[in-house]
C-alpha cells in the first residue's frame, strides 16, 4: 500500500515538471521572439538613421560611443565597430573634446536639448563649419541613459554668408560712391534746370516779341503790296503803248512780286494763328469735309482734268474742323502745285487702329525727291523742283503744326509707282 501511494506521488510529480517545462518552453519561445523583434526594430532604426545624409551618434552617460549612422562614420573616418565603447577624447583633439565633454555633463545636470557651432576637421583633412545638437534619451523608466546628437554641416552656407556680406558691402560702397554722384549729377542738374528755365523765359519773351514783330511786320507789309500791285496794273492798263514791251514786262514782274509778297504776309498769318489759336475739338463729318474741298478745287480739277477720289464710311472724327480743312486743303494744293503736267489723280485714303484715324493724300505726280523727304516740313522750304512754282514755303509747316497739336505725325515718301504719298494721324481720344 505505501508503495502504491509512492507511484501516484511520483506520477503526480512528473506532470507537475512536465507542465513546468511545457510552460518554460512557451516563456522561452516568448522571449525569443521579442528578443527578434527587438533585433528587427534595431536593424531598422540602424538603417533609418544610416539614410539621414547628417552625422548621427548616441553615447552613455560616461561618454563612451553606443552607435552611429554611416554619415558620422565618414566624418570620423572609422567604421562602427571601431567608434562604439570610445570617448571622444579617443577620437578628437584634446581641446575639442574637452569642450564636447564640458557640453555633454552640462546637458546631463540639465536634461534637454543643446545646440552650438563650432569647426571640425574632416579625414581628407579640411576644416568645416558645423552646428551640432545634442539631447537627452532615458529608458523605460525615465532614467537619463545617454545623449545622441546630429551634426549638420554648414560649410557650404557659412561660404554663401561670406560671400553674400562681401557683395553685400561692395553694394553698399557701389550705393555709397552712387549716391554721391547722384547727388553731384543732381546738383548739376539741379543748376541745368535753372540754367535751361532761364533760357526758356528769355525764348518766351524773344518769341513774344518776335511774334509781335511778325504780327506788326505782315500788317505793314500787306498794305504797301496791295498799293504796288494795285498801281502797277494801273501803270500797265492805262500806260502799256508808252511804257512799251519792256516796261510792260516790269509792271507784270511787280504785280507778281506784289501778289507773292501779299501771299507770304497770309501764310505768316495763318501760321501764327494755328500756333497760337486753341483747337476746338469736336466730333466732325470728314465726308463732307472732302465734299467741300472738292468744290474748292474743282475748277481747277477740271481745267486740268484730274481725278479726286475721296473715302466713305468714316466714322466721326474728334478735331477742329477749321485746322483739318486747312490740313487737307493745304496737301491738295501742293499735289496741284507741285505733281507735275503728269498728274491726273489724287487720291484720299482713310484706315484706323486702336489709337489714331490715318490719313493719306496719294497722287501720280512727278513724285518727291528723296533727298526732300525729311525737309519739306520746315519752315520756308520748298522742294528743290519748284523754284518756277508759286508758294511761301509755310503751307506743308502748317500742316505739321496742326497734325501735332492733334497728338498725330506726319510724314513724306515717294509712291511705289511713282507720285507722292503724305501719310499722317490723328489721336482718337482728344
Known sequence: MPNKNREVELEAEIKALRARVSELESVAEIRREAEKTVRDQLQFLQILIDTIPNPIFFKDKDGKYLGCNKAFERRVGLTMGEIIGKSAFDLYPKELATRYEQHDSELFKRPG???YETRLTYPDGQDHDV????????????????????TLDITERKRGEKALQKAHDELESRVQRRTAALAEANSKLEKEVAERSRI?????????????????????LKSPSVGIYGLARLLHNNFAAILGAKGAGFCDNIMKASEHVASLVDSINQFISTKETPLKIEPIDMEEVFRMLRDEFSSRLTVRQICLFEPTGIPLVRADKIAILRVFRNLIDNALKYGGDCLTTIELGYEQSDDFHHFTIRDDGVGIQAKDGSEIFNLFQRQNA??????????????????ELHRGEVCVERGAEGGTVFHLSIKKDL
Open 113 to 115: 536639448e543643446k545646440t
Open 131 to 150: 552646428i551640432i545638437t545634442k539631447g537627452i534619451f532615458t529608458d523605460s523608466e525615465g532614467n537619463v541613459s545617454g545623449l545622441v546628437g546630429v
Open 200 to 220: 526758356a523765359e528769355e525764348l518766351r519773351i524773344s518769341a513774344e516779341k518776335l511774334k509781335i514783330f511778325a504780327y506788326s511786320v505782315a500788317h505793314d
Open 386 to 403: 519748284s523754284d518756277e512754282i508759286e508758294g511761301t514755303g509755310l503751307g506743308l509747316a502748317i500742316v505739321k503744326e496742326v497734325v
